[in-house]
């Protein structure tokens, strides 16, 4: 305890003293603003994202799971699917996905374009099909002419539309939180305890799997390094994707940006609180318990890596005709 305390004390100072020249070598990165977008694709992948109509229920859209005014997540421990189904794992957030490595908590799509087709078509999510789906953008003349503007071809097809919204998801990072304005020279932007959270943070090893511009994102690790997790559910991470043995477990680390906004927190949702949460990544990745006092000054920090949420008018979307097929919400 006292050893503790004394290598954080000692941390503390150091990274004060060294805040207005230490950026380069602090082990995370300020989230920069997407480079290049193309703002047609994006205001219409904005209208998909929104568009329950791309379900077999008419009810259920993207931000339904990935709620855009709730830090990009569902806020419960799993997803709710078409008819009430209950989804197998934690929705994690759109926030900043743009700089994962892989897309899903086992990593099996390579990037938003691959992610996004899958939901449509999931049966436990929006349990449609993507021919369907383009037959209800098809009844829509708005849409048609908004995507032959954007793509100069005369057919919808499915690679557009999740092109559109892989386009407007990398609108979604979120910079400017006051952890960042630290990072980039602002001292006064961290409180002593936030900064002494953040010393613990990277003195305890956290850095070594959240790192980077998403504080995470970027490696595939085992959820259990030190002592096993008992998980909520049988999901056995990477494996299902490599096959591999050594896979088991093995998870996409999660982004840290955002993540008070983003609980309940872990694959399977277990932990309700950030304190929890903190707790257990202590004891089982790193073999640390913490006090009641760290832990606090670790949510601490962990709070200020909330940045600016995306800012839009809420989209509106072009009515149905008479010839768009209808919602079939409670089966048929
Ligand atoms: C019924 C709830 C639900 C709906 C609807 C849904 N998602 Fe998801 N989404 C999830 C869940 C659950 C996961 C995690 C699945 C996994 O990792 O196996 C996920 C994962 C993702 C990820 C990966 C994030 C990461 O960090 O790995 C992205 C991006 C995403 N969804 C975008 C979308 C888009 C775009 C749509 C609409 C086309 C959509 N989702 C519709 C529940 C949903
Ligand atoms: C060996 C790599 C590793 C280390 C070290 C590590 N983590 Fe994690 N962290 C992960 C992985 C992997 C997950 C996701 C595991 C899962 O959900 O099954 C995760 C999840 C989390 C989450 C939940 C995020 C969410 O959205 O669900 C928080 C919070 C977190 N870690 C904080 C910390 C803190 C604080 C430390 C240091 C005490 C730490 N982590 C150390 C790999 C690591």
Redesign the pocket.
Request: hydrophobic content about 35%; proline content about 9%.
């Given at each position: 305890m006292g050893k503790i305390l004394t290598a954080f004390a000692l941390g503390l100072t150091a990274s004060v003293a060294m805040a207005g020249i230490a950026r380069a070598q602090e082990p995370i990165e300020p989230v920069r603003p997407p480079a290049s977008i193309n703002l047609g694709m994006v205001e219409l992948g904005k209208k998909l994202?929104f568009d329950p109509r791309?379900?077999k229920s008419g009810f259920?859209?993207?931000n339904?799971?990935?709620n855009l005014s709730m830090g990009g997540t569902?806020n419960i421990p799993?997803?709710?699917?078409d008819k009430w189904q209950q989804?197998?794992?934690?929705?994690?957030?759109?926030l900043n996905?743009s700089l994962?490595v892989a897309?899903?908590?086992?990593g099996r799509?390579a990037d938003?374009k691959a992610?996004?087709g899958g939901?449509?078509a999931n049966p436990?999510?929006?349990a449609f099909s993507h021919t369907l789906a383009i037959g209800v953008l098809e009844s829509i003349p708005a849409y048609v002419r908004e995507f032959k503007q954007v793509f100069k071809k005369d057919k919808i097809d499915i690679d557009q539309v999740t092109l559109a919204?892989a386009e407007f998801?990398k609108t979604l990072v979120t910079p400017n939180s006051r952890f960042d304005q630290w990072l980039l020279g602002r001292k006064d932007a961290l409180t002593p305890t936030e900064l002494a959270g953040y010393t613990l943070f990277k003195d305890s090893g956290c850095v070594a799997c959240h790192n980077g511009e998403a504080v995470g994102?970027n490696s595939f690790q085992k959820m259990g390094v030190v002592e096993a997790y008992k998980a909520n559910d049988p999901a056995t991470g990477r494996a299902a994707v490599t096959g591999k043995d050594a896979d088991r477990f093995n998870y996409?680390v999660?982004?840290l940006r955002n993540v008070e906004l983003t609980y309940p927190y872990f694959h399977d949702g277990a932990a309700r609180t950030l304190g929890e949460a903190v707790d257990t990544m202590g004891r089982i990745q790193l073999g640390k318990k913490f006090t009641a006092d760290e832990n606090a000054k670790i949510v601490a920090f962990l709070k200020t890596l909330t940045g600016d949420q995306p800012s839009f008018m809420l989209p509106i979307l072009p009515a149905s005709t008479d010839a768009t097929p209808r919602p079939t919400p409670f089966g048929k």
């Open positions: 994202y791309l379900s259920i859209s993207c339904s799971c990935h569902d799993t997803s709710i699917g989804g197998p794992i934690n929705a994690p957030t759109v996905s994962s897309q899903f908590w086992d799509a938003l992610q996004a939901p449509i436990g999510e929006m919204i998801e994102g996409k999660p982004t």
